[in-house]
C-alpha cells in the first residue's frame, strides 16, 4: 500500500529496485529504463520492470540466483521459475525457439460475471454509441464492477486487442454514472 499511496515512493522504490539490479551487474536498456540486462559469456539475461512486479528472462541458474539476492534484499518475495509465467495478465510460454503471449484466462476473468453477455460479430455495433437518457442507473454494486470491467478492457484493447479501443473509449466515458443500457 505505501508504494502506491505516496507520491515519491514508486519512485524510491524504482531507485531501490535497481540499485541492488545494478550492483548484480545489470545495466538499463538505453531505450527503456524499467528493461534491464546483464550479458554473461554471449547469454543475455534481461528483467522487466513494471512497478513491482518483474519479469527475469534468463537460465535457471541465474533465476535461482537473482531469487536469492531479491530475497536477502526485500526479505520476501513471490518468484515463479519455468516456461509458463503469468504476468501483468499475459501468460507467456517459453518453447524451443517460440514464445506465445496470450490474454486468454484475462479475458476470461473479466468476462466471467457477465454469463448472460449477448454476441456481437463486431465490437462497437449500433448498441453503443446511442444514449437512452431514461434507463435506469446502475445500483452502486453493479456500478463498481461495471468501473472495474472498463478499466480491465481500457487495459486489455492498449496492450493486445485494439479493437476494442472504440467501443471501450467509449464505455470510458460512461463510467461516472453507468445504466443499465450500458451494463448490457
Not at 515519491?8 to 538499463?28: A, C, K, M, N, P
Not at 527475469?56 to 509458463?84: C, N, P, Y
Request: aromatic fraction near 10%; charge should be positive; hydrophobic fraction near 40%.
Amino acid at each position: 500500500k505505501a508504494l502506491y499511496g505516496c507520491i515519491q515512493s514508486s519512485r524510491l522504490w524504482f531507485e531501490r529496485l535497481t540499485r541492488v539490479l545494478r550492483r548484480e551487474g545489470y545495466i538499463h536498456s538505453p531505450t527503456d529504463p524499467c528493461v534491464m540486462r546483464k550479458i554473461v559469456c554471449q547469454r543475455i539475461f534481461i528483467i522487466l520492470i513494471y512497478v513491482d512486479d518483474l519479469l527475469l528472462l534468463m537460465d535457471h541458474r541465474e533465476a535461482k540466483r537473482m531469487e536469492m539476492v531479491l530475497t536477502r534484499e526485500f526479505q520476501w518475495i513471490v518468484m515463479s521459475i519455468g516456461s509458463v509465467q503469468s504476468y501483468l495478465g499475459m501468460q507467456i510460454t517459453l518453447e524451443e525457439k517460440r514464445v506465445t503471449v496470450d490474454m486468454i484466462y484475462f479475458i476470461e476473468q473479466v468476462l466471467q460475471p457477465y454469463t448472460s453477455l449477448k454476441s456481437y460479430l463486431t465490437p462497437g455495433t449500433t448498441m453503443f454509441f446511442a444514449v437512452d437518457d431514461n434507463s435506469a442507473l446502475l445500483p452502486t454494486k453493479d456500478r463498481k464492477q461495471f468501473h472495474t470491467t472498463t478499466a480491465k478492457l481500457l487495459y486489455l484493447a492498449k496492450r493486445s486487442r485494439p479493437d476494442l479501443l472504440t467501443t471501450t473509449s467509449f464505455l470510458c466515458t460512461r463510467v461516472k454514472a453507468p445504466t443499465q443500457q450500458d451494463n448490457n
